[in-house]
Every structure is written in C-alpha cells, then in structure tokens.
C-alpha cells in the first residue's frame, strides 16, 4: 500500500527529470533518479536491505536472550551466596565450582560475547555486497537536481515540499525529514541558490531535536553567510556550538575572522588604575639609558615601550627587505593574514635593545620578522604559543613573550586588539608591545589571544620577536603561583 500510494509523486518527479536536458544521457548506465522503472528497482533494493537487516537483528536477539537466561541462573546463585556466605564456601564444593566459574565459565562467556556468530556474518557480508546496488552521490545531486526544478517550474516552496505538498496534492506521509531538508539546502550552497538554500537549513532546523544535529545546519548554515559577508548574523549561528563538540578548522577559522571583525569594531576604553613609568630595573644598561614604559595589563604582564627604535634603523630596515606574500597557498589570497612579511638579519643592537626591554635572553628565539599591512590588511585572532607536546616542547621550547615594534603611522585602522583583556594598541612609530604568552608555571595564557585589526587607510609595518622559554631557566625563575596552571600542560 505505501509503495502504491506514493506512485503518483514518483512518476511526477522522475517526469520532471527527464524533461531535464542532458540528464538521461550524461548517466546511460544507471541513474534512479531519470525513470519510475528504476526507482522501482531502488524499492526492490530497500526491501532487501530490510529484510538483511531483519534477520540480523534476529540473531542478535538470540545471541541476547541467551545471555541473559544464563545471567538469571547465575545471579540467583551469587546472591544465595552473599546472603549465607560463611555456610557457603564452608562447603567445598560450592568453593570448587565458584573457582572454577570465575576462572573458566566468565572466561568463556567474554569469548562468546564478543565472537560474530557465522549467520551475523552472512548478513554483514550480504550488507557489502549490496551497496553496489545503493544510489551514488550522483543520484543524489540529480534528486535533488530534480526537486529544485519542481520548485522553478510549479512555483513551489521549500516549506511546501517539506509538508508533503505538491501543486494542490497534499501528501503529509510523504513530508521531507529533517536530513532531506538538510541535504537540499547543501545543494542549494553548492549551486549558488543561497536563498533557498537558507530555506531549507531553517526548516531542517525546525525538524531537527538533537541539539548535536541542530549544530550540523547551524555550521552549513553561518559558513554560507560568512562567505556573503553577512558576519554578524554567521557569528549568532556559532554561537549554537555545543561544549562537547570540538570545531573543525574550517569552523575555527571563520570564527576567527568573525570575532575579529566583531572586535575590531568595538570601542575599546584604555585599562585604569594603571601608569606609565621610566623603566630603570631590567638591565644595568636601563639605569642610565631610561625606557619610557606605559602598563597595560598585569595579567598576563603586558607594557608599551615608546622611542625605543629610531628613525635611522626604521628607513635601514625597509630599504633592505624584500618583501614576500604571507600566508599564502597556491599564490591564492589567504583568508587568516593578509600582509608581506620578510626575515631580517637579527642586528645584535635591537636583540640587546630587546633584552634591555624584557630582561630576557634571546638565545634560541626566533629571527626578527618585518610585516607589512597595506590596505585591507590583517591578521586573525590567534595565540603566538605553540602549545607543543611535553617531548617536543622540551627539545625546542615555547614562546615565553611577543615584542611588537611599530615602525610607521596608520592613518586609520589597523590597531592590534586582545579582545579577552578589552585592550587596543594603536600604531605609533617607534613604540613596541611586550607580553608574556605564558603564566610563570609555564602554562600556556589563553589570555593573550589576539588580531590585527584591517588597515583602512595607509600601510602599516611592523618588526616581531618572538622569545623563547628554553634560555630564561635561571632569568624568569617560577614564581609562588607556578602550580595554579600546571593542569594546562598535563
């Protein structure tokens, strides 16, 4: 009867199909999709693949009621035990044959739990060699090839469809579920139908109960309106991301590119209670050559030194570069950085002007890194830790602190932002950025995450050193609170 009953949607739906140019003729061999005859036999095929499946659960159940017989038997005899366990194992007997039972009987029912009996192996095997039978992703993309076209040609909408609704025949039974909803709307992305496509994750949504499913078109669905620029209505969509599910990379780029957006734009008040100073303590050297340092946070430790690279070397610097594309793939643009960067040669004055700055060492740390931003250029949130593993972390160590030297002006835009410290750092010829990317245990600082912001107008260059933690064992000793991070690196 269902078979008979959904006939009449069938045949409207395949007409449609063939109607299709091109679409009987780019599949010659096998397409479900072009003809009722073949849908039939796909009919014929979920028979089987239900009966399979039928004497499979079959098996199982007997394999299950088995079990749980002899479990009976065995639980009445271990609670007649529990409850007079003395007069029990007085006799030697009983204690023989519960030696015996946990030594050979358990031992035996584990082998018999986990062995495949021959008949659940004939199904398995039945399972396989039917999916040769089984509609192809090309059946699939025609179906649903074949479904927009009903909507173009009939005037049809997608919550129409999903009711079971189709030109004036109302068919609830054969209403689209949550998955087909979901399925139409991928195609709609992949053929640039955006509109429709939205249509549908929004119904799928509204089918959809798991909340682990519901993320599913909630990701599909904010990747598309991020690719369309539409960031803050993609931003609410992440937002959906259960705690449990770790996000893909493709999910954790663009939320990268949306938060930085997001913050970017916020206004950003300058922290109080904090002061600028002369710094006279890090190195000898500092007691009569003075740094003027302005504090921005104190956890993680973070200042701003100004005048502390000249217009002499900035010029010597710029001149010598040559620049390269950054972050680049296939000499595509890339969405995490857009900027040229160049590596220096580390000048012992600025690596001494840094240890003056710090008080680190630089030994093992990374070469000076020249950037520059021009119009729309950018950089993503992220950390400038490794994050390694304990064996790899040992042998080349981490990144303890970030110098940031500003070599130009900016005449809009292009701010570096640490939007969990509600900090902004504006460019400033001549000024520099330090932190401190890990607490004193050790332990990475989630803190520090950060982006440079788009420059609008100008171009902005900037000189990086990352510093490593390998040198600084005897410089930057563990404080009093090196063990309240330590489950950070475990």
Sequence with gaps: MYILKNLTFIGFLSACF???QGFVNSNPKKSYAASTMELMKLLEVEDELVNNLNGYVKTLKMKFNLMERSLIDMSIEHNEMKSEYESYLGNPLNSFRLIHRLHTSWRKWYQYAIRIDNNALVHIENARLMRKMLPTSSDLQQACRGIYDLMSFYDLKPEDLAAGNLAGYSQPETGLTAYDCLALGEFGVQNRKDDLAEAWYNLSLTRFEDIFDKYQVHKAWAILLAKNKQFTEAFHHFENKPEEIVASNEVIHFEGVLATKQNCTAVVQKPSRLHCRYNTSTTPFTRIAPLKMEELSLDPYMVVFHDVVYDTEIDGMLNSSNFGISESVSGLKSEVRTSKDSHIVDSKTLN?????????????????????????GHFILHHDFHEYTNTTRLKQGDRIATVLFYLGEVDSGGATIFPMLNITVTPKKGSAVFWYNLHNSGAVNSKTLHSACPVISGSKYVLTKWINELPQMFVTPCMKDSNLHLSQIE
């Design 18 to 20: 063939i109607c299709c």
């Design 352 to 376: 001494e002007r840094v240890t003056d700055m710090t008080g680190l060492s630089m030994e093992m740390s990374d070469p000076f890194s020249l950037i520059n931003y021009g119009l729309g």
